[in-house]
């Protein structure tokens, strides 16, 4: 019989080495890159777009969504490109481009970080190249640089699954799949959760959680602008790194209708928005607590693209405990892309239901 003292000192053990390394990478890899004198361009952690967090230049799933090249016809990929008014539900335009418009089976992709279509949507036409049957519908969430700007009442992740309740009626599509990447995937749980009606399948790609993740993202994306006594005006917001990303995007109409809102709607966004992030750090996922994730009833499949313990914002741990919550749920790690449409793509196919042709 093994001595329980000697499997008592090997957990512990393991614990403080975990504790050891979450503390080193909280401290380096997630230093805040703000301030320019701050940033290492040597540092494999080092990201030069300001819109994803600094450490996803380091993770493995960065090659296969940000900017990704055109595989398998990808360049002939039938697009269409649009502006849809939410209004009068949503006091709201967002940008949205359909790849396949023509499809019968709809996929609703939602970038991930702070990101956006330019950035993401190499990835969504390469999903689309693999099978012309799928209606691959990429936007851009509100304020990430080509939809309109609002801040609203309520934590963006929520504001973000009400603007997605409202397009999905105005596209005429759904119930549809829902393709979240990271953050992407908080909206497309919220949606599933307020409106199941219209949400076929959750793939959840990969699946954010655990206390480093929550302190870390509360932090840079939203909680570091209180602490930033410059920011009286939002042409002051306008001049941090990732806010001047957005406005470098911008039409010119989008550009003064930023510079229009008011800073203080908008710190009372980052404070609501970043201490809600930041309340999820003992759940298995950040924005939903366990009691919710389990009554999803919908169908989910959860990716990651490793199978190692340094991934800190989207540790394997919490990927395999959410699959013990999700109803029909299932875990695959998919390196590259043809794994990732190995996974995808029988899944969309079996619990997506077809529309009619043209609509």
Request: proline share 7%.
């Amino acid at each position: 019989m093994e001595d329980p003292m000697k499997n008592l000192r090997k957990l512990s053990t393991k614990f403080m080495i975990g504790l050891a390394a979450a503390l080193i990478f909280s401290s380096s890899a997630f230093a805040d890159h703000h301030e320019e004198d701050e940033i290492d361009v040597n540092d494999p952690n080092y990201n030069p777009d300001p819109t994803l967090f600094k450490g996803a230049a380091n993770n493995p799933f960065f090659p296969l969504y940000f900017n990704a090249l055109p595989e398998g016809g990808a360049e002939n990929v039938p697009t269409e490109i649009r502006r849809i008014d939410l209004r009068p539900e949503r006091e709201m335009t967002l940008y949205v481009e359909i790849y396949n418009p023509e499809g019968t089976i709809p996929l609703i992709v939602t970038p991930g970080g702070m990101g956006e279509i330019g950035a993401f949507g190499g990835f969504a036409r390469n999903v689309a190249a693999a099978d012309s049957d799928l209606k691959v519908i990429i936007w851009d969430r509100r304020n990430m640089g080509r939809s309109e700007v609002s801040f609203g009442s309520e934590p963006l992740s929520t504001e973000e699954a009400e603007d997605m309740h409202v397009l999905l009626k105005r596209l005429e599509v759904g119930p549809a799949t829902l393709y979240g990447m990271s953050s992407g995937s908080r909206s497309n749980m919220i949606l599933a959760e307020r409106y199941p009606e219209q949400v076929a399948a959750l793939v959840i790609a990969p699946l954010t959680g655990g206390p480093v993740a929550a302190e870390q993202l509360s932090r840079e994306y939203y909680l570091k602008y209180l602490d930033d006594a410059s920011l009286t005006s939002m042409a002051d917001v306008a001049k941090t790194p990732l806010w001047q990303a957005y406005m470098e995007r911008n039409t010119p109409d989008l550009q003064e209708a930023f510079l229009n809102q008011n800073v203080n709607n908008f710190l009372a966004a980052m404070k609501r928005t970043g201490e809600h992030l930041e309340s999820f750090r003992s759940k298995t996922t950040l924005g939903m607590t366990d009691e919710q994730l389990a009554a999803l009833d919908v169908p989910a499949t959860l990716i990651l693209h490793h199978g190692e313990e340094r991934d800190f914002l989207h540790p394997i741990v919490h990927t395999r405990s959410a699959t013990t919550l999700l109803k029909n749920s299932s875990f695959a790690i998919t390196p590259t892309l043809a794994p990732v449409l190995d996974v995808l793509l029988p899944f969309v196919r079996e619990y997506t239901p077809v529309m009619e042709a043209g609509q």
